[in-house]
T-cell receptor
Framework: AQKVTQAQTEISVVEKEDVTLDCVYETRDTTYYLFWYKQPPSGELVFLIRRNSFDEQNEISGRYSWNFQKSTSSFNFTITASQVVDSAVYFCALSEAQMAGTASKLTFGTGTRLQVTL | DSGVTQTPKHLITATGQRVTLRCSPRSGDLSVYWYQQSLDQGLQFLIQYYNGEERAKGNILERFSAQQFPDLHSELNLSSLELGDSALYFC??????????FGSGTRLTVV
């Protein structure tokens, strides 16, 4: 069975600090997809990134970067120079290989609440 | 606007009642997924429909049921409601594992 663990329940940082959110996953599939979502106080789920299991290249998007390491089953997310607007709950999620033409369900971690203060 | 529409946005109802949550997927998406987000359980997968047929089931209670209609919209029916059913219910749609688009959710409060 697939599982996603986000061990950090809550992180508090001061604006401009860098912060890394950890994500460890378990799956028996060789083909799978990893995601990060942001849930701001307003409640909606905002897609941040998708990575498939065959692509271990790290990715950078502005102040956001992701480090995918299959050897440790981790997909960590770093925010550089954090801002107050980054305050939210961040979820890591996993979906296994497609089945019969459709995407399988997402399994979410428990989320990490990030609080960025001035 | 994400393209996935969920109605209503908020719902307050009494214990023992029945409610229906509605989801219209993004245009072209055949799969619809329902998730429940409660304080103690996190984001839990409930059920998936693909082109009108049930594809996968998660920890969905027997008091809950869902269906997907020919126009691909989906409804989640929750009956004999209990206080513990209070949660944020999300619908998502997708075509492939390329991405899942989530609606803004329905916040259900059972009093």
């Amino acid at each position: 069975a697939q599982k996603v663990t986000q061990a950090q329940t809550e992180i508090s940082v001061v604006e401009k600090e860098d912060v890394t959110l950890d994500c460890v996953y378990e799956t028996r599939d060789t083909t799978y997809y990893l995601f990060w979502y942001k849930q701001p106080p307003s409640g909606e789920l905002v897609f941040l990134i998708r990575r498939n299991s065959f692509d271990e290249q790290n990715e950078i998007s502005g102040r956001y970067s992701w480090n995918f390491q299959k050897s440790t089953s981790s997909f960590n997310f770093t925010i550089t120079a954090s801002q107050v607007v980054d305050s939210a709950v961040y979820f890591c999620a996993l979906s296994e290989a497609q089945m019969a033409g459709t995407a399988s369900k997402l399994t979410f971690g428990t989320g990490t609440r990030l609080q960025v203060t001035l | 606007d994400s393209g996935v529409t969920q109605t209503p946005k908020h719902l307050i109802t009494a214990t023992g009642q029945r409610v229906t949550l509605r989801c219209s997927p993004r245009s072209g998406d055949l799969s619809v997924y329902w998730y429940q987000q409660s304080l103690d359980q996190g984001l839990q997968f409930l059920i998936q429909y693909y082109n009108g047929e049930e594809r996968a089931k998660g920890n969905i209670l027997e008091r809950f049921s869902a269906q997907q209609f020919p126009d691909l919209h989906s409804e989640l029916n929750l009956s004999s409601l209990e206080l513990g059913d209070s949660a944020l219910y999300f619908c998502a749609s997708s075509v492939t594992n390329r991405g899942y688009t989530f609606g803004s959710g329905t916040r259900l409060t059972v009093v």
